[in-house]
């Protein structure tokens, strides 16, 4: 049973940078597969951040991309997120998930129940 | 890339049957490449329903079908149940320059 579990701090100050940490059990990262995470503001929808293969290789959505960084630590089963430069707008409930890719089509499997951050001073 | 255009809402009455739509272009839902839908229920993580267009994941319902014409693709819940009252979200590969990932804006299922 493939489980994921976000953490990270609940609260971030405007300008700051937003880190979040996801662990995987049940499945080594290093098997395979993208990770990903997704993030979903307060009443309304889904929203792809970034993703990275196991061997290190990452894809950021176009909107974020100038202020992501998607890492991973195969050694500890886990994969990481930093957003710089947060304002209000980037207060989510952030997601990581198991990504998979195929040449026609991409999808998410396994999920993390999901952590809110806040940015507010 | 603009997120994948849905309906605000659909609603049905148990028993009843209903589809959801998710309008893409030639760069996504239009190509190659294949949406899968996703449930999510209050205060809940979404959940995989349907991935590459049409399959079921194990433990999925198969009331729960995928469909694809031309730019849109569409969900089709058939005997509908209180709890398929949720949220429903299209996602689909975008790439054409590069890799992207595109979602719907989701899709808020009543029944009646």
């Known amino acids: 049973q493939v489980q994921l579990q976000e953490s990270g701090p609940g609260l971030v100050k405007p300008s700051e940078t937003l880190s979040l940490t996801c662990a995987v059990s049940?499945?080594?990262?290093?098997?395979?597969?993208?990770w990903g995470w997704i993030r979903q503001p307060p009443g309304k929808g889904l929203e792809w951040i970034g993703s990275?293969?196991?061997?290190?290789?990452?894809y950021y959505n176009p909107s974020l991309k100038s202020r992501v960084t998607i890492s991973v630590d195969t050694s500890k089963n886990q994969f990481s997120l930093k957003l710089s430069s947060v304002t209000a707008a980037d207060t989510a409930v952030y997601y990581c998930?198991?990504?998979?890719?195929?040449?026609?089509?991409?999808?998410?499997?396994?999920w993390g129940q999901g952590t809110l951050v806040t940015v507010s001073s | 890339q603009s997120a994948l255009t849905q309906p605000a809402s659909v609603s049905g009455s148990p028993g009843q049957s209903i589809t959801i739509s998710c309008t893409g272009t030639?760069?996504?839902?239009?190509?190659?490449?294949?949406v899968s839908w996703y449930q999510q229920h209050p205060g809940k993580a979404p959940k995989l329903m349907i991935y590459?267009?049409?399959k079921r994941p194990s433990g999925v319902s198969n009331r729960f079908s995928g469909s694809k014409s031309g730019n849109t693709a569409s969900l089709t819940i058939s005997g509908l149940q209180a709890e398929d009252e949720a949220d429903y979200y299209c996602?689909?590969?975008?790439?054409?320059?590069?890799?992207?990932?595109?979602f719907g804006g989701g899709t808020k299922l009543t029944v009646l």
């Open positions: 998930a198991r990504h998979l890719v195929v040449v026609t089509a991409t999808n998410f499997d396994y």
């Open positions: 996602c689909s590969y975008a790439g054409s320059s590069t890799f992207n990932v595109v």
């Open positions: 990275i293969y196991h061997s290190g290789s990452t």
């Open positions: 030639s760069s996504d839902v239009g190509s190659y490449n294949l």
């Open positions: 049940g499945y080594s990262i290093s098997s395979g597969y993208y």
């Open positions: 590459e267009g049409s």
